[in-house]
Structure formats: C-alpha cells, structure tokens
C-alpha cells in the first residue's frame, strides 16, 4: 500500500528530478517508491505536470553535462581521455539533446536495377502424357493392362 506524499517530499521530488532527471535516483534520495512517486502522479494532475516538466528539465541539465565533458575532452582539457566516459557521454548526449548529431543531407542519388536471384534453380519438368491405346472389344487382354476400358502401354 503507498503512502500519500505530503508538501515538503513533492518539492524534494521535484527538485531532484530537476538535477538528475529520473524517477529511481528521485525515489532513492527520498526513501520513497517509484511506485508511490507514480500513484501520487495519477492522483494530483499538478504534481504530474510539475513531475514531468522536471524530468524533462533534469534530461537537459544531463544532456549539458555530457557536451560540457565532451567539449573538455576535445579541446584537451583533460590530459587523460577515458573512452569510456567519453562514450557514455556522447550517448546522453545523443538521448537528450535533440540535434545534436546534426542532420543528414543525402547529396546524391545512386539508381541501379536489382536482379533477384533464387538460390536453388528449379528443374524443368518434361511430363508426357502416357500412351493410352484404345480397347477393342474383340481382343481379350490381363486385367493389369486393362483399367476403366484403356490399355496403358
């Protein structure tokens, strides 16, 4: 069963949301559940658009920080470069910021046909027809080669 938050952890959520941007460090840093944090959006539709704008302010203040670290790794600041940082730092980038990979500007035009090959050619199939010899009544012939009236050679 959860609890009903009251003033003063709305506004903690709240500003932690606004540093760190997710819902579990926020739930963390106030001993409180992510499963309360959510109930408690679902009753107040204030606390849900305060929570919602705040996260989206925390994804902001993640996505600086992650250009801020990129800029010092390239400009050299940094005399060691972890690539691992760097990585974890472009991807936040990346999530966060919008555009900043930049657009992609397709400059030419590539038209070409493209021929569909089956991997296992199929055979040729060559059926003829038996040859079916019409009975006259005046010849006794085996049963084998009679069937329905006709004689398959």
């Not at 966060?96 to 493209?114: A, C, M, S």
Request: charged share 35%.
């Amino acid at each position: 069963m959860s609890r009903k938050l009251n003033a003063d952890v709305k506004e903690a959520v709240i500003d932690a949301l606004k540093i760190h941007g997710t819902m579990q460090y926020a739930s963390k840093l106030l001993d409180v559940s992510v499963r309360t944090l959510n109930e408690e959006m679902r009753r107040s539709e204030v606390f849900k658009r305060r929570v919602l704008e705040a996260r989206e302010e925390g994804k902001r203040n993640i996505a600086d920080k992650a250009i801020e670290m990129i800029k010092l790794y390239a400009s050299g600041t940094m005399l060691k470069t972890d690539r691992n940082v760097l990585t974890a730092n472009i991807a936040l980038a990346n999530a966060y910021e919008p555009g900043f990979r930049g657009t992609t500007v397709i400059q030419g035009r590539v038209e070409h046909d493209v021929r569909v090959i089956t991997a296992v050619p199929r055979p040729k199939y060559e059926i003829e027809p038996p040859k079916i010899k019409i009975l006259d009544n005046k010849k006794p012939h085996n049963v084998e080669e009679i069937i329905v009236g006709e004689v398959v050679e």
